[in-house]
């Protein structure tokens, strides 16, 4: 997370306080930052260092990881890019832990900073493997543009009784906005705005809404301030109809990958009777219900089938049995996804 001031205009000594956010590609070239239009003070502030550090040289270095990671549309990009990120980069606690920056302003114009840091470029974050959240936003905005988008959002976040802020980057698909914050899910405004209230304890207060343009070079629009009624007006509710679609998408993709398995509804409600041996997997996912949204519904059927497959002993019973059947149930916010799976 980050907390953000407005630039000095007058003789000021004002205090930018830096704290926490919550197959193999080769690294790119550590670029050298633009000094001809950026002043160091720039590099300090979400809006300026996004136009500051996105430029064609960083680009073209992220173009091999951007290849890499493109998919067929937005959707499956976004999710591409998080799952990277959770898996490449960490979250750089010595950064955040670092005292605030003393920014001093003269009447010449010079500016001296002491202590503090700077939002990274993207290539530096990648060369280093961490960083906060500003530098989390600046590499996600960036990988988009690699993919050949032109147009995305970004977020300064306020949080109710904390000095503290936090950064994310946005997509908007069909008119509506998605958050993009580091890892997987991808989730619509109301379910990240309910993310910060029940799994970090944090309310929202109010988020600037940014619109970054990528042509060869970036700018940085204000579009206005976002509330939580904002937030909240696009929260998608879970049903059972989403519960139910999710289990067919599940039982497809294990059915077009194990041949050996036939769904088999007798064993929907976990009975056993006519059969030699049955086994039954029980995996949770943690505010999973919150976070779906059917914009991407493949995307989150593929991410809980990667969960199941990626534990060994599962996988050995896939490749084992004969008949199988899938249940997905919310309880309360998380989802229950049950595995069974028997031989006549």
Request: charged residues 25%.
């Amino acid at each position: 997370m980050i907390s953000y001031i407005m630039r000095p205009k007058i003789i000021a000594i004002i205090l930018v306080i830096l704290s926490m956010a919550s197959g193999c590609i080769s690294h790119p070239k550590v670029l050298s930052p633009p000094t001809e239009t950026c002043g160091e003070i720039d590099y300090y502030f979400l809006d300026s260092a996004i136009e500051c550090t996105i430029t064609a040289e960083e680009i073209k270095a992220l173009l091999p990881i951007a290849n890499k990671l493109k998919g067929k549309n937005m959707k499956e990009d976004a999710w591409r890019i998080l799952e990277w990120e959770e898996k490449m980069i960490e979250y750089d606690f010595e950064k955040a832990s670092l005292s605030p920056a003393r920014i001093t302003t003269y009447p010449t114009g010079k500016v001296k900073i002491s202590g503090g840091s700077k939002i990274q470029r993207p290539s530096e974050t990648i060369n280093l493997g961490k960083g906060i959240c500003s530098d989390y936003t600046v590499l996600t905005l960036a990988l988009l543009f690699a993919m050949n988008y032109s147009e995305v959002y970004t977020l300064e976040i306020n949080f109710e009784n904390d000095k503290m802020g936090h950064a994310t980057a946005l997509v908007k698909i069909n008119g509506k906005f998605f958050v993009l914050d580091q890892k997987p899910p991808v989730m619509d405004l109301g379910s990240y705005y309910l993310h910060w209230k029940k799994v970090e304890g944090k309310a929202i207060s109010n988020a600037t809404l940014y619109r970054v343009l990528w042509s060869n070079e970036t700018k940085v629009e204000k579009i206005g301030i976002l509330y939580p009624s904002d937030f909240l007006k696009d929260n998608y509710a879970f049903t059972n109809f989403d519960a139910n679609r999710l289990a067919l998408g599940l039982m497809e993709v294990i059915k077009s990958e194990f041949p050996n398995l036939k769904k088999d509804e007798n064993l929907k409600n976990d009975r056993l009777i006519g059969y030699s041996s049955g086994k039954r997997w029980i995996m949770s996912f943690p505010n999973f219900a919150m976070y779906y949204d059917p914009e991407f519904h493949e995307q989150f059927v593929s991410y809980i089938y990667s969960r199941l497959k990626s534990t060994p002993e599962v996988l050995a019973d896939l490749n084992d049995y004969e008949h199988f059947w899938v249940n997905v149930e919310a309880r309360e916010d998380d989802l229950k996804i049950e595995l069974v799976l028997a031989r006549r």
